[in-house]
């Protein structure tokens, strides 16, 4: 079945530090990508998304490029602030079901 | 905020008792779901809805139930709480004509003791 892999954290960063964390995913068909962040206490927000292939997600700072040759969905941020300190979760769509998967969530720390 | 409301927030109950968690939503979308989070395991599908009294399975379904008897309610029953059962559950929809997007509640915090 379909699934995504993400990196294991927590990773800790300095503030302005760049930002990588690895997806991966496993889908029959075309999925749509997502990011969400969740912050302590909170239910999960929509960071960004991407419907096909070579397409863009970016919000805030952070983009994501859908790679389906790669079958990878990357986050990055040029600069990272104490205020992204966060858990993401990247996370496909199945087109027919409308069911989500959702990888383990990466815990990100920024170090002021 | 796509109008999504969980009650109780908070709820401590103990090993048999029957627990049902309330999702309620403002905007009539079609799809609802349950998950569950846990450390170390990221967010699983317990069930959804895509409909009024239409209901399927997710990958934890064992144990629970669900009901929709009306769109804007979303029903999650614990028929019998093991403390397997501890976790935070969250609701959530999803948005047709924005790309499948999912809106999440706040999530309950159940702790079965």
């Known amino acids: 079945g379909d699934s995504v892999t993400q990196m294991e954290g927590p990773v800790t960063l300095s503030e302005e530090a760049f930002l990588t964390i690895n997806c991966t995913y496993t889908a029959t068909g075309y999925p749509s990508l997502f990011w969400y962040v969740q912050y302590p206490g909170e239910g999960l927000q929509l960071l960004l998304k991407?419907?096909?292939?070579?397409d863009k997600g970016s919000n805030k700072g952070f983009e994501a490029t859908y790679r389906k040759e790669t079958t990878s969905f990357h986050l990055e941020k040029g600069s990272v602030q104490v205020s992204d300190s966060a858990v993401y979760f990247c996370?496909?769509?199945?087109?027919?079901?409308?069911?989500?998967?959702f990888g383990t969530g990466t815990r990100l720390k920024v170090l002021a | 905020d796509a109008g999504i409301t969980q009650s109780p927030r908070h709820k401590v109950t103990e090993t048999g008792t029957p627990v049902t968690l309330r999702c309620h939503q403002t905007?009539?979308?079609?799809?609802m779901y349950w998950y569950r989070q846990d450390p170390g395991h990221g967010l699983r599908l317990i069930h959804y809805s895509y409909g009024v009294k239409d209901t399927d399975k997710g990958e934890v379904s064992d144990g629970y139930s669900v009901s929709r008897s009306k769109t804007e309610d979303f029903l999650l029953t614990l028929e019998s709480a093991t403390s397997s059962q501890t976790s935070v559950y969250f609701c959530a929809i999803r948005v047709a004509g924005e790309t499948d997007t999912q809106y999440f509640g706040p999530g309950t915090r159940l702790t079965v003791l």
């Open positions: 991407a419907t096909k292939a070579d």
């Open positions: 905007e009539n979308h079609r799809y």
């Open positions: 996370a496909l769509s199945d087109q027919g079901t409308y069911k989500y998967i």
